[in-house]
């Protein structure tokens, strides 16, 4: 079972790596560690579980947080007590967004970073990303809101970003009237 303390912290410079687009079929080893992540995200969002084993709780993660320079993540999205939506993307991409953006309210967090973080990240409120799924299918996801956050946050890291590399230094707070709160 993966461990908090199995996720790469901030501080680790592979999170700054960018990921590798990923090759069809899927490796058993990349399927397992999908399943894993899973697990991890899934048991993280259940209290009574997030405390037996000591999760911290997260809604995203990707293979790179595990050290794997492979472009996939996995969201377990939680739509209503117990019950939640679980998505896999592989090489995604951003194929459309919306023009109004947002930010989370209380700010982002990540598994990666240990530590309050004051300051506020701008996002789409709605993107539409196309990927592919476990078989190697081409999928095209929408999402709003929280969802839509959470997947152009793993998205960055992909890329080698940070949800901090992307919070103004100077003027953390800086354009929060131009964007809406959720």
């Not at 997260?58 to 595990?66: D, E, H, K, N, T």
């Not at 995604?92 to 990240?121: D, T």
């Not at 959470?150 to 590399?165: K, P, R, V, W």
């Amino acid at each position: 079972m993966l461990k908090t303390k199995d996720i790469l912290d901030e501080k680790d410079k592979r999170l700054k790596v960018i990921s590798k687009e990923v090759e069809f079929p899927l490796t058993n080893k990349d399927k397992e560690l999908i399943n894993t992540m899973i697990e991890y995200l899934h048991d993280s969002q259940i209290e009574e579980l997030s405390e037996k084993y000591d999760l911290r709780p997260g809604m995203g993660m990707s293979a790179i947080q595990l050290g794997v320079a492979k472009r996939y993540f996995v969201v377990v999205h939680e739509i209503e007590e117990g019950k939640f939506d679980t998505y896999i993307l592989i090489n995604p991409r951003i194929i459309s967004n919306s023009m109004e953006k947002i930010y989370v309210e209380e700010g982002e967090g990540c598994l990666s970073v240990n530590r309050p973080v004051e300051g506020i990240v701008p996002r789409y409120a709605r993107v539409t990303m196309e990927a592919y799924d476990i078989e190697g299918r081409k999928i095209n996801v929408r999402a709003r809101e929280e969802l839509a956050i959470c997947f152009q946050h793993e998205l960055d890291h992909l890329n080698g970003i940070l949800f901090t590399d992307r919070i103004d230094k100077k003027n953390p707070f800086k354009d929060k009237d131009k964007y809406r709160a959720i």
